[in-house]
């Protein structure tokens, strides 16, 4: 997982995010990572409006958002 975060980061990707709290709460997040060190994470959540700190052991699952652009027919 720690890979596929830190490919992320270079690319400047935004990633929909499961991510298991320490209640056991299971969240979606929209993120954009900032900084990974050691075994968490910094990432701006566009959820919350906030920076935020996640451990990557709870991270369920990460996909980028890819935007595709759309063409002009005249």
């Not at 980061?9 to 929909?16: A, C, E, P, W, Y």
């Not at 060190?37 to 958002?65: E, H, N, W």
């Amino acid at each position: 997982m720690k890979e596929q975060l830190v490919k992320s980061m270079q690319r400047n990707q935004f990633l929909n995010m499961k991510y298991m709290a320490k209640d056991s709460h299971v969240s979606k997040r929209r993120i954009k990572i900032m900084k990974i060190v050691g075994d968490s994470f910094q990432a701006y959540c566009f959820t919350r409006q906030a920076k935020r700190t996640f451990m990557i052991d709870s991270v369920l699952a990460v996909v980028p958002i890819i935007h595709k652009e759309r063409s002009v027919v005249c």
